[in-house]
């Protein structure tokens, strides 16, 4: 796992190397302190000998400064090292789910997704800041303060035989038991964003539906499910403080114990006891800092896992065998025996036997039953998904040669559900096209009937959209949406339902204006009204499915059921409403 995670070191690999030294540097002035200490007592103050005490007392005090320096600069360092790794880390993932297909955000949820790229990246940041930091810090402290020790009194040094395997196992144990609850810790902080998601993403149908007590019981129980959980991890790793406390004074006990003995018979004297306590106290803390780098390690191994999780995920779209240098000739589409559904490995199709062929420059009108599958249809053709069997060709060829950036700057779709992003109306115009000019800006405006309202903002094209364009109607937003698209000057345009909230009206006009604005471009309109495809060149009747029928407006009319019962009952609400 660790080797894993090493590439994202990539450009701090210096301050990772240095943050380690500068820490070896500070601990062993730490350890040299304690030693000269000893010295001043036994050479300085028991001989009377002021000269010694002021020679040994500035050495110190430079130690002291030293160590000082060496501590700063290390953890400076380990901050730039951990900061430039988690960026690194969360860069990567976040340009990994952007490569994600729809299926693949669908098998995660967004709520996890969230957690893994922000709590998560800080879990294991910290974890590996620990490491550069205190794994060397602790380990070159235990053994320098051991030497030294040691060169004390050998004989009281055995005393550590017993404390540091009793540490080191109790820890170990509890270690091992914690990995699991961490894990599933996690797991409840995934629900907890999917449900903080959901609810304001939604809050408006939250308020509408008067649902806020239900969606607060709903909150209340995702919290307390992770702080159960948290309890569970925390309730075993909070035992090594206890026993690591045990084990220091134990120790002190011992040593006082059998070094008092030596001291009483003249084998050791006042200042070597004193020192020999101090070492003991670097040990065992520094025992104790291992032990806690091993539980912070632990608890971002789950963290690391579900990062990697993601790394690891296979993007179900794939593009890399696509030749980068084929481009969409034109706006033809065929659709040759098709079958589609969303779920894998399964032969109950949503889409059945589709075959189509369209010319480019077409108008095509796609109408049919709710669910009947018209999104689903058109979803194939800029691939956001791809087709169980047969096969989807744009300007000729299959959409599996194409690199996806190439055959979706080709297409330009307007999905049912619409989203806009926060910033000003011009901004998010400029997603179509990034360089687009004033002039332009306003002409696919125009076309698409949002100009008039746009002016009538007091800001005009400056106007601040609030997240996900709350602050325009329905209407708006969606005539926002066909500018952004036409701004494009797609191949192909797909209108996924893009008029259901304006008036027949600026419906017509809308189309009237596509046919100047992007006059050769194949359009695709799915339209609940069958005035809306009424003048298109040809229209798809879609039933469960499968295609009913396929052949221009006027055909379908004499030859058609569904398409002459929707027209017929359309009609009849116009006359009764009229
Ligand atoms: N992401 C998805 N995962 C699984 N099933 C889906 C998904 N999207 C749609 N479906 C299913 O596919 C079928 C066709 O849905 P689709 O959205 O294509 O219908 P539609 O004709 O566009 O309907 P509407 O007029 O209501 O927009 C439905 O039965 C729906 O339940
Ligand atoms: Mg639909």
Redesign the pocket.
Known sequence: MIKRLMPYLKGYWLPTIFAPLATVAEVAMEVYIPYLMSRIIDEGIANQDTGAVVRIGILMIVCAILSFIFGIGSQWLTARAGAGFSKNLRSTMFRKVQNFS??NV?HFSTGSLITRLTTDVSQVENAFRMIIHMLFRSPVMMVSATVMAFRINPRLCSIFLIAIPVLGGSVAIIGMKAHPFFMAMMEKFDLINSVIEENLTAVRVVKAFVRKDKENEKFHEAAGGIKRAQLRAEHTVILTGPIMNMVIYGTTVAICWFGGRQMIAGTMKTGEFLTFIQYIRQILFGLNMLSMVFITIIMSGASADRILEVMDEIPDIDDSGADAELDVADGSVVFDHVNFT??KNSDNY?LRDINLDIRSGETIGII??????????V?LIPRLYDVNTGSVRVGGRDVRDYKLDTLREACAMVL?KNLLFSGTIRDNLRWGKEDATDEEIEAACKAAQAHDFIMSFPEGYETELGQGGVNVSGGQKQRLCIARALLKHPKILIL??STSAVDTATDRAIRDGLKTQIAGTTTFI?A?RIASVHDADRVIV?DN?EINGFDTPENLLKNNQIYREVYESQQKGERDNG
């Open positions: 729809f299926a669908d969303y779920k949503i049919g039953g709710t669910g009947s599958a018209k999104s689903t249809m979803q049912q996924d339902d799915i609940q879609l499915g």
